[in-house]
């Protein structure tokens, strides 16, 4: 990769970005971002990489997995542009998280001076959030992991997101169990009526996938949109 006029350490970037350093080390190894460039033994991050950690950001913002987000910047970086791939909806059935697997000592370290108590790690493990697996822990939603420290170092109690958690879980099944009721009783049954062949399972799949998106992105726009309505309500007691 060759150097642009402003270079960056690992720590620099990360601090440009507002972004831990192992997020950034993280990132690098799941190739959401190049290596640096290596000159000695310090590597010099550039301003392709700053607008590659912005792109990311702004998929994050949107609900996008980061296996979601690597076909992004995978096709950002075969020439498609930036507009165009901000507009996209086929990334939607990448939304499904692909769990992290990582160390405790690596856990306890994203969340810093916080700290996570043996109590909230049975409690994760409880609600579904975790696994363990040997001496390594599967994070089932890897915004806890991406977003969580930065929510508890914001004064939320550790607790408090684990019960919303639990509580949006139960929510959001429902939610689905609904659409599966939607999905069985308008096109699971049609193409079990038909005597469910085979070269219909393809079109079967592509229709549950669009009914998936409309969830998703539905659910993503009615959060965003409670969440910036209540956040202009207290901004503006703040500010009268």
Known sequence: MSSKSTDFTVDQ??????LPVSTIRMYQHRGLIDPP????????????????????AQ???????LAAIKEAVDSWASGQSLNELLGVHDLAPGLAAEPIRTTPADLLERFGDVGV???????????????????????????????????????????????????????????????????????????EADGMPADDIPALTEKATHLAQLATASMTAELQTHFAEFVDKYIARATA
């Open 13 to 18: 970037l990360a601090q440009d970005a507002e």
């Open 37 to 56: 460039e290596k000159r000695g033994r310090v590597g010099y991050y550039n301003e392709t990489h700053r607008e590659r950690l912005r792109l990311i």
């Open 59 to 65: 998929l994050q913002d949107r609900g996008f997995s």
């Open 117 to 191: 108590t043996q109590a909230e790690i049975q409690r994760a493990r409880e609600v579904g959030l975790i696994e363990l697996d040997g001496t390594n822990i599967v994070i089932r939603t890897p915004a806890f992991f991406e977003i969580g420290p930065q929510v508890a170092q914001s004064g939320i109690p550790i607790s408090v997101i684990l019960d919303e958690y639990a509580a949006m879980r139960t929510a959001i099944t429902q939610i689905a169990e609904r659409f599966e009721a939607v999905f069985d009783q308008h096109l699971w049954s049609r193409f």
